[in-house]
């Protein structure tokens, strides 16, 4: 055979070993690191682990706590009150002046960071059940123990609630946070009746039972109910001002106002002379039918020409809040509040705030919040909730995962991009053939070995994958 023909068949050319698909397709975007590395390197800037670390742990939690702050800022809460004219009205918006107080830390940043409580008239605690239980509100004076099934619908819909309403939907939010004040059920008539008890009311008589959506109408005709009374209710639609007014025009006989004493609007209506108030004669066994009323004793004096006992029915006024709100918000809402209820209530008769302690939930129908039960025992939440630590904890466990899944991965493809470099060097070089170039072959080999050498010393593969190299290298040599 021709020496000539013999020395082309001298260099085999031996089938290279592909990568797995997972590792080619991870090719394109390694070649666009590197190249952004060799780029950097030029201005001095080196792309290491700790810039993964850096971005990983400080600067991402860095920019969502900075997008918090952002959003806490522009953030606003509504706080339900009452009808205009109401105790629950006067309180509210007390309560959301104190509230609203810079704290110190927003003194010092001339930054509003926690959220503006919005106070908001309403038709009454029905209406303001509707909207905490559906999350529109966060905030609400409410009478407490009114069953949830009677917050049907919004007697008065308030068009700023209304635009979400269909993102909405009815669950069981009602929390209590601090009890306020007995309301008792005014029932005021006009004098000239001549009538002491609500027992005297007659169908043909113009009654103002309240507004839809109030708690006034809704006791009202329980209690005309439960006395045999039949009434049809006049003027619903009107607000606690307006039906004032109509009783002062004469348009109405006898109108029901469940408030606090010395209201505004029962000062209107006191003051002139001319209206008495009724007794519920029942009111004593009333607590069994509905356990939210409780007899109360309006004393005499109280108000302008009626010198005797009132016996009635009340209702205990609350602060409520959506269970939206977190334990630490509505802790931050008592404790705040606390401290300034004496100027708060200082004109509100029959307060009941000043008695609470650890068992205030002894005296309440609806469960207590979990922030408010923190601060009636005294026991303040941490600096970051269970649910920001859970969310802290499972960030960090993620980050765990995804830096030991990239690095098993980021290993096991170096591995394969230095075993198929020694398999293109034995197939180029003619390791494998007749008259192999060793001397070009070991030339080769020094530039793979070395990236491998600066690897194992950075640990970017492990010694058993240095040995492995190796020992495919010898295989091979």
């Not at 004493?261 to 029942?282: D, I, K, P, Y």
């Not at 931050?332 to 509100?348: E, F, G, P, Q, W």
């Not at 190299?469 to 010898?474: R, S």
């Given at each position: 055979m021709d020496?000539?023909?013999e020395?082309k068949r001298?260099v085999?050319?031996?089938q290279?070993?592909?990568?797995?698909?997972?590792?080619?397709?991870?090719?394109p975007v390694?070649?666009?690191?590197?190249?952004?590395k060799?780029?950097l390197a030029?201005?001095?800037?080196r792309?290491?682990a700790?810039?993964?670390?850096?971005?990983?742990?400080?600067?991402?939690?860095?920019?969502?706590?900075?997008?918090?702050?952002?959003?806490?800022?522009?953030m606003?809460?509504?706080?339900?009150t009452g009808?205009?004219?109401s105790?629950?009205d006067?309180v509210?918006?007390?309560?959301?002046?104190?509230?609203?107080?810079?704290?110190?830390?927003?003194?010092?940043?001339?930054?509003?960071?926690?959220?503006?409580?919005?106070?908001q008239?309403?038709?009454?605690?029905?209406?303001?059940?509707?909207?905490?239980?559906?999350g529109?509100?966060?905030?609400?004076?409410?009478h407490d123990?009114?069953?949830?099934?009677?917050?049907?619908?919004?007697?008065?819909?308030?068009?700023?609630m209304?635009?979400?309403?269909?993102?909405?939907?009815?669950?069981?939010r009602?929390?209590?946070?601090l009890?306020l004040?007995?309301a008792?059920?005014?029932i005021v008539?006009?004098r000239?009746?001549?009538?002491?008890?609500l027992?005297?009311?007659?169908?043909?008589?113009?009654?103002?039972?309240?507004?839809?959506?109030?708690?006034?109408?809704?006791?009202?005709?329980?209690?005309?109910?439960?006395?045999?009374?039949?009434i049809?209710?006049?003027q619903?639609q009107l607000?606690?001002?307006q039906?004032?007014?109509?009783?002062?025009d004469?348009?109405?006989?006898v109108?029901?106002f469940?408030?606090?004493?010395?209201?505004?609007?029962?000062?209107?209506?006191m003051?002139?002379g001319?209206?008495t108030?009724?007794s519920?004669?029942?009111?004593s066994g009333?607590?069994?039918?509905?356990?939210?009323?409780?007899?109360?004793?309006?004393p005499?004096?109280?108000?302008?020409g009626v010198?005797?006992?009132i016996v009635?029915?009340g209702a205990?006024t609350?602060?409520?809040a959506?269970?939206?709100?977190s334990?630490a918000?509505v802790?931050?809402?008592?404790?705040?509040?606390?401290?300034?209820l004496?100027?708060?209530?200082?004109d509100?008769?029959m307060n009941?705030?000043?008695t609470?302690?650890?068992?205030?939930?002894?005296?309440?129908?609806?469960?207590?919040?979990?922030?408010?039960?923190?601060f009636?025992?005294h026991?303040?939440?941490?600096m970051?909730?269970?649910?920001?630590?859970?969310?802290?904890?499972?960030?960090?466990?993620?980050?765990?995962?995804?830096?030991?899944?990239?690095?098993?991965?980021?290993?096991?493809y170096?591995m394969?991009?230095?075993?198929?470099?020694?398999?293109?060097?034995v197939s180029?070089?003619?390791?494998?053939?007749?008259?192999?170039?060793q001397?070009?072959?070991?030339?080769?080999?020094?530039?793979?070995?070395?990236?491998?050498l600066q690897?194992l010393r950075?640990h970017?593969?492990?010694?058993?994958?240095f040995?492995?190299?190796t020992?495919?290298?010898?295989?091979?040599?």
């Amino acid at each position: 055979m021709d020496m000539r023909e013999e020395g082309k068949r001298r260099v085999p050319v031996t089938q290279l070993s592909r990568m797995p698909r997972r590792y080619q397709a991870f090719r394109p975007v390694d070649r666009v690191c590197r190249k952004i590395k060799q780029r950097l390197a030029r201005y001095h800037l080196r792309i290491t682990a700790g810039w993964g670390y850096l971005v990983l742990l400080v600067i991402l939690p860095l920019v969502f706590l900075v997008s918090l702050l952002i959003d806490r800022t522009h953030m606003n809460y509504h706080l339900l009150t009452g009808p205009k004219g109401s105790s629950r009205d006067t309180v509210g918006l007390l309560m959301a002046d104190v509230l609203n107080q810079p704290t110190p830390l927003e003194q010092f940043l001339h930054l509003n960071i926690v959220p503006d409580y919005v106070p908001q008239a309403s038709c009454g605690s029905l209406d303001n059940l509707y909207y905490l239980n559906r999350g529109l509100a966060q905030l609400a004076l409410v009478h407490d123990g009114l069953p949830l099934s009677a917050a049907s619908a919004p007697g008065c819909p308030l068009p700023l609630m209304e635009s979400h309403s269909k993102e909405t939907h009815l669950e069981m939010r009602v929390r209590a946070v601090l009890p306020l004040f007995i309301a008792p059920l005014h029932i005021v008539a006009r004098r000239d009746m001549k009538i002491r008890d609500l027992t005297d009311l007659r169908p043909s008589m113009k009654i103002y039972l309240g507004s839809a959506g109030g708690t006034s109408a809704y006791v009202a005709q329980r209690l005309l109910a439960q006395s045999g009374i039949d009434i049809v209710p006049q003027q619903a639609q009107l607000t606690y001002d307006q039906g004032v007014q109509q009783l002062l025009d004469g348009r109405l006989d006898v109108g029901f106002f469940l408030t606090g004493l010395n209201a505004q609007v029962l000062q209107r209506l006191m003051e002139t002379g001319r209206f008495t108030l009724l007794s519920v004669g029942q009111a004593s066994g009333l607590h069994t039918h509905f356990p939210y009323l409780h007899m109360v004793t309006i004393p005499g004096g109280t108000y302008e020409g009626v010198p005797r006992e009132i016996v009635t029915v009340g209702a205990t006024t609350i602060l409520a809040a959506s269970t939206a709100l977190s334990e630490a918000e509505v802790y931050k809402v008592a404790n705040t509040l606390s401290h300034h209820l004496h100027n708060i209530m200082r004109d509100v008769p029959m307060n009941v705030a000043k008695t609470i302690d650890a068992g205030a939930s002894k005296d309440l129908y609806y469960p207590l919040h979990d922030g408010a039960i923190r601060f009636f025992d005294h026991n303040p939440p941490l600096m970051f909730d269970a649910s920001i630590l859970a969310g802290i904890g499972t960030y960090l466990s993620l980050l765990y995962a995804a830096y030991g899944a990239s690095s098993q991965f980021l290993r096991k493809y170096r591995m394969q991009r230095v075993l198929q470099a020694v398999d293109r060097a034995v197939s180029f070089h003619g390791v494998a053939g007749r008259m192999p170039n060793q001397l070009r072959y070991q030339l080769h080999l020094r530039h793979v070995l070395r990236p491998v050498l600066q690897s194992l010393r950075h640990h970017r593969i492990s010694y058993e994958d240095f040995l492995r190299i190796t020992e495919y290298v010898k295989g091979h040599s």
